[in-house]
C-alpha cells in the first residue's frame, strides 16, 4: 500500500487496514446519505452532487482495485455499483433526478485506487 493519510498534528503517516463493512451496516451508510440530503433541503439548498471520486467510500465500493468483496456489493460490475445505486436512489427520493449529480474519478489513483477495466466500469 502506498497511500498515507494527514493526522490532526499536520503529520503523513501510513494509516491503519480497514476492515469491510458488514452488509448489515451498509443500508445505515445509505440512511446517512438520505439523512444528509433531508438536511441539505431544509437548509436551502438546489441540489446534491454525489461525491463517488477521488478514493472515498463510494470510489472505494466501485473499483476493483480496492473492492475484494464476495457478497452482493462486490464482484462483479452490478455489485459494484450497488452502493451507489442505493445511495443515489435514496438522494432522489428527497431531491428529485433533475437535482442529484454524480461526480466520478474514473482515472484517479489516490490511495492506490485503480480498476482493472475502466473503460466498463466509467462507460456504463
Known sequence: MTSQVFT????????VTPRALKPEEI??????????????????????E???????LLDQFLQD???????A?????ENRTRLLMEVVESI???????????RLSPHGTFNDISDSNPNELFLL
Open 8 to 15: 490532526d498534528a499536520g503529520e503523513m503517516v501510513d494509516p
Open 27 to 48: 443500508p445505515n451508510i445509505v440512511e446517512q446519505y438520505r439523512q444528509g440530503s433531508q438536511n441539505a433541503l431544509a437548509a436551502g439548498f438546489d441540489g446534491i
Open 50 to 56: 454525489i461525491h463517488s471520486a477521488n478514493g472515498y
Open 65 to 71: 482495485g480496492t473492492n475484494q468483496r464476495t457478497d
Open 73 to 77: 456489493y462486490g464482484g462483479s460490475l
Open 92 to 102: 432522489t427520493s428527497i431531491f428529485g433526478a433533475e437535482r442529484v449529480g454524480v
